[in-house]
């Protein structure tokens, strides 16, 4: 699959108002690593499963993804997802679920959780992760989600994020860093604080560093971190003026 920058995707659609970089993606395959739903279709999967760092055995599982949706009455939602090629829909639940991982270890303490999906049907929807703000608090699920996980959440790059407000507004952030004495990033807290600050409701991190990108009106928001400029991505979320 082809990728293209945000500036690009912005030129291919006529009625573009603003452009963000959304879901983590392969370099090597140029493959989404997250839920894609565009026109009511989902397009692209979470990744369950990644190998462990530095390990040929060890399996990180990563059983939902986080996702946010915009729905038919223009309303959004962010949710844990659950996505699986053989279906056409999402599954959603509100509350994240910590990972599980396969390994030898030896379990001492196992607690189990019942957990109720239902089909999430938004019109489009985006993953990424961790979810940052939740009912309007500081919520940050890089442990469940094992994005970010740890002392992981300090470290300061740039970043990209959605969310909404309670009135019905949709937030899109950018933090441009990577660029010593002029702008060094945020960390994942420093994030959801803005995010909450701005009076985000439920809010979201997406993929960032290299990739962060927000273009509106045709100009760049922030300065991308890559020497080369905009980073080429496979999917992007595009806000488009109403047709008259």
């Known amino acids: 699959k082809r ?4 500036g690009e995707f912005y030129q291919k659609n006529e009625r573009a108002l603003a452009v963000i970089n959304t879901t983590f993606f392969s370099f090597q395959t140029h493959q989404n690593l997250n839920l894609v739903i565009k026109d009511k279709k989902l397009v692209g999967y979470n990744i369950h499963s990644l190998p462990g760092r530095g390990k040929d055995t060890l399996t990180w599982r990563h059983p939902l993804g986080s996702a946010i949706g915009i729905f038919k009455n ?3 939602d962010i949710a844990w997802t659950y996505t699986d090629s053989s279906r056409k829909r999402a599954f959603a639940v509100q509350t994240p679920v910590s990972l599980i991982k396969d390994s030898n270890a030896v379990l001492k303490k196992v607690q189990l959780k019942k957990i109720r999906f239902s089909k999430w049907k938004p019109v489009a929807a985006v993953g990424g992760g961790p979810v940052l703000v939740q009912n309007g608090e500081i919520r940050i699920s890089n442990n469940e989600e094992w994005k970010f996980a740890g002392k992981a959440i300090d470290d300061k790059h740039p970043r990209s994020a959605m969310g ?7 937030v899109l952030l950018v933090v441009q860093g990577r660029m010593p004495g002029l ?3 945020a960390s994942l807290t420093q994030l959801a604080q803005m995010l909450k600050e701005i009076g985000c409701t439920e809010a979201m991190n997406l993929d960032g560093g290299g990739s962060s ?8 928001t922030i300065k991308p971190s890559d020497k080369e400029g905009q980073r080429a991505v496979p999917g992007v979320f595009v ?3 109403r047709e008259s």
Do not use: F, S
């Open 3 to 6: 990728r293209l920058t945000p």
């Open 164 to 170: 909404y407000t309670a009135d019905g507004k949709l």
């Open 183 to 185: 702008a060094e990033g």
């Open 74 to 76: 223009r309303t959004a």
């Open 213 to 220: 990108c927000l273009i509106i009106n045709g100009k760049e």
């Open 239 to 241: 806000i488009v003026r």
